[in-house]
Antibody
Framework: EVQLLESGGGSVQPGGSLRLSCGAS????????MSWVRQAPGKGLEWVSV????????YYADSVKGRFTISRDDSENTLYLQMNSLRAEDTAVYYC???????????????????WGQGTLVTVSS | DIQMTQSPSTLSASVGDRVTITCRAS??????LAWFQQKPGKAPKLLIS???SLESGVPSRFSGSGSGTEFTLTISSLQPDDFATYYC????????FGQGTRVEIK
């Protein structure tokens, strides 16, 4: 059974930093691209960042580009999100999500979220 | 960026009702669409991928259809466990979620 367990959330002042972790089990972590998705209180879902299975490719939403860094440690089966220069609008529950992949007729690979962790709350407030 | 628009935002229904939620993409996404169910305080749960492929363990009363820019999620006979918020999400070009449809008890 796939299990994803986030940690590291908490309260921080604007301009501060936090590092989120996501421990994975129940699948071969190194073989899968992974992602962070967030949900502001009472709001919808927003993908934040993605890292390829090899870790060689990373992607960021415009809202966090230049402030957040995604990384992974395949030896520890752990995904990370380093969040710097935090703003009030970064307040959200942050979910770690595993990707599944389908191959399109032309050979392109399409990635979608198939398993999620329970989330960790980040509150940015003075 | 591809925008996803769901309707309605809120839906009031009774147990046993047939429920349909619509999701529209701002440009064609072929069938690269997923549907998620989320209950309060819980993580989203994948119901359908590829617009119409039911995930393992998801009850058969859930079904998805559509391609291109228009998609629907149908619950054939609403059950008490189905009262939740539903999100569509495109994965053709990066990832974008709809704003959600809350299914509440009438």
């Amino acid at each position: 059974e796939v299990q994803l367990l986030e940690s590291g959330g908490g309260s921080v002042q604007p301009g501060g930093s936090l590092r989120l972790s996501c421990g994975a089990s129940g699948f071969t972590f190194s073989s899968y691209a992974m992602s962070w998705v967030r949900q502001a209180p009472g709001k919808g879902l927003e993908w934040v960042s993605v890292i390829s299975d090899s870790g060689g490719r990373t992607y960021y939403a415009d809202s966090v580009k230049g402030r957040f860094t995604i990384s992974r440690d395949d030896s520890e089966n752990t995904l990370y999100l380093q969040m710097n220069s935090l703003r009030a609008e970064d307040t959200a529950v942050y979910y770690c999500a595993k990707f599944a992949v389908k191959v399109a007729p032309g050979g392109a690979r399409k990635y979608y979220f198939d398993n999620w962790g329970q989330g960790t709350l980040v509150t940015v407030s003075s | 960026d591809i925008q996803m628009t769901q309707s309605p935002s809120t839906l009031s229904a009774s147990v046993g009702d047939r429920v349909t939620i619509t999701c529209r993409a701002s440009q064609s996404i072929s069938s690269w669409l997923a549907w998620f169910q989320q209950k309060p305080g819980k993580a989203p749960k994948l119901l359908i991928s590829g617009a119409s492929s039911l995930e393992s363990g998801v009850p058969s009363r859930f079904s998805g259809s559509g391609s291109g820019t228009e998609f629907t999620l149908t619950i054939s006979s609403l059950q008490p466990d189905d009262f939740a918020t539903y999100y569509c999400q495109q994965y053709d070009n990066y990832w974008t979620f709809g704003q959600g449809t809350r299914v509440e008890i009438k």
